[in-house]
């Protein structure tokens, strides 16, 4: 499924510069405990490969892909035929 990545509290291990956005391939390991005392970042995550490398906010990266958690990431649009390139339409 294709996400986008919201913006979470800077600081946190959560935190990426801009939006980035990608596609969820897995399962990640739950957060039981929150992530900085955020209790709104606890829970499932799931491992998402980025559409493009994506860096965090302090300069770490590039990474191809994180796991994030669930309450960070929102639905793409479905895409369209007007989406998709003059080839595969």
Same mark, same amino acid.
């Given at each position: 499924m294709q996400v986008h $990545? $919201? #913006? =979470? =509290?800077p600081g946190t291990s959560d935190h990426w510069a801009g939006e980035p956005s990608g $596609? *969820? $391939? =897995?399962?990640? %390991?739950s957060r039981p405990d929150g992530v900085v005392g955020i209790p709104r970042l606890k829970g499932q995550v799931w491992k998402v490969v980025f %559409?493009? @490398?994506?860096? &965090? +906010? %302090?300069g770490t990266g590039p990474l191809a892909s /994180? #796991? *994030? @958690? /669930?309450?960070l990431l929102v639905a793409a649009p479905l895409a369209t035929g007007d989406d998709l +390139?003059? #080839?595969? &339409?």
């Open positions: $990545v $919201v #913006e =979470s =509290s $596609v *969820i $391939v =897995s399962l990640g %390991d %559409d493009e @490398p994506q860096y &965090r +906010p %302090d /994180a #796991e *994030i @958690p /669930a309450s +390139p003059y #080839e595969l &339409r």
